[in-house]
Nanobody, 121 residues
Framework: QVQLVESGGGLVQAGGSLRLSCAAS????????MGWYRQAPGNQRELVAK???????NYADSVKGRFTISRDNAKNTVYLQMDSLKPEDTAVYYC???????????????WGQGTQVTVSS
């Protein structure tokens, strides 16, 4: 069984910073892409940032230049450094990972439980 456990959310004033972490554990053969999504009330879940296992990244236009995604493959952990936060960044942030649990099994998407990020104006 695979688990993704997030940490680092909270309340911050506009212009401030937060760092999210997400650690994958369990029966893992290989982790492909890891990423962060977010969902604000009344909105659909959207991609924030993603990083492949070779370090390639992509970002939503709304966070480019403010957020930085990184990963530590030795720790099966992905991070999201969020700077210059804006009230519109307020959402529940979800960790996502594309994981194979065995060489003979295809990869599946796994999700964390979500962590609340609230940015006050």
């Amino acid at each position: 069984q695979v688990q993704l456990v997030e940490s680092g959310g909270g309340l911050v004033q506009a212009g401030g910073s937060l760092r999210l972490s997400c650690a994958a554990s369990g029966s893992i053969f290989v982790i492909n892409a890891m990423g962060w999504y977010r969902q604000a009330p009344g909105n659909q879940r959207e991609l924030v940032a993603k990083v492949t296992n070779d370090g390639s990244t992509n970002y939503a236009d709304s966070v480019k230049g403010r957020f930085t995604i990184s990963r530590d493959n030795a720790k099966n952990t992905v991070y999201l450094q969020m700077d210059s936060l804006k009230p519109e960044d307020t959402a529940v942030y979800y960790c996502n990972a594309d994981i194979r649990i065995h060489w003979s099994v295809r990869a599946y998407d796994y999700w964390g439980q979500g962590t609340q990020v609230t940015v006050s104006s």
